[in-house]
């Protein structure tokens, strides 16, 4: 009987210790402020080599409005980080309008609608907000947009003549939506 009592006791022990240096560091990174905590954005598996681009005043002001767009929608941090992506490969961030013999068709803003594909008035579809908005309305009719691959959610939408090209910005658009989420 006291074999059974030392050898239940000493399993209590070891669990507790095995319990403590597991739960220790989870304990340890439950504790860290909600400030200092990354968007889960953040965390990505980019597809192929990513491209960079340093922004400006007008690019960085864009990303904000990007942001804001999503959020007022509802949508999770993945939405920008798809609809950045998206802007970054269609416009580098910038709000285009009527290129003359540059343009591509009648396309526009920052994701490059087309008035006459029914995104809206060229006045609309140079309003980063509305813009934004237009791209998470057709996002959001994706079914499984949250869990493919960024150029696949994308393309769905955008239907683009380069469907692979979304896939470079990837790390970019999470690096922004980690670094202006929350600001």
């Known amino acids: 009987m006291n074999t059974i009592i030392r050898k239940s006791m000493l399993s ?3 669990l507790a210790f095995a319990g403590g240096v597991f739960a220790g560091p989870i304990a340890a990174h439950a504790a860290t402020p909600a ?29 904000k ?12 941090e993945r939405a920008a980080v798809i609809s950045i ?10 709000n285009l309008g009527h290129l003359g013999d540059r343009n591509d068709h009648d396309s526009l803003g ?25 791209f998470l309305k057709g996002l959001k009719q994706v079914d499984g947009w949250q869990d ?3 150029t696949d959610a ?5 239907v683009s003549a380069y469907p692979d090209a979304y896939a470079q910005w990837e790390q970019q658009a999470a690096d922004l939506v980690g670094q202006y989420w929350n600001s």
């Not at 954005?41 to 007008?58: R, T």
């Not at 992506?85 to 910038?94: G, H, I, V």
Request: proline share 8%.
């Open 12 to 14: 209590v022990a070891g």
């Open 35 to 63: 400030a200092e905590a990354k968007p889960a954005a953040v965390a990505v598996k980019p597809q192929g080599a990513q491209s960079h681009i340093d922004l400006n005043d007008e690019q960085t002001a864009n990303v």
């Open 65 to 76: 409005a990007i942001i804001a767009a999503t959020k007022k929608a509802g949508l999770p």
């Open 85 to 94: 992506a998206t802007s970054l490969q269609e416009s580098k961030l910038e």
């Open 110 to 134: 920052l994701f490059q609608q087309r008035p006459s594909s029914g995104w809206g008035t060229p006045e609309q579809i140079t309003d980063p907000a509305y813009s934004t908005t237009a």
């Open 148 to 150: 493919m691959p960024l």
């Open 154 to 158: 994308a393309q769905t939408v955008q």
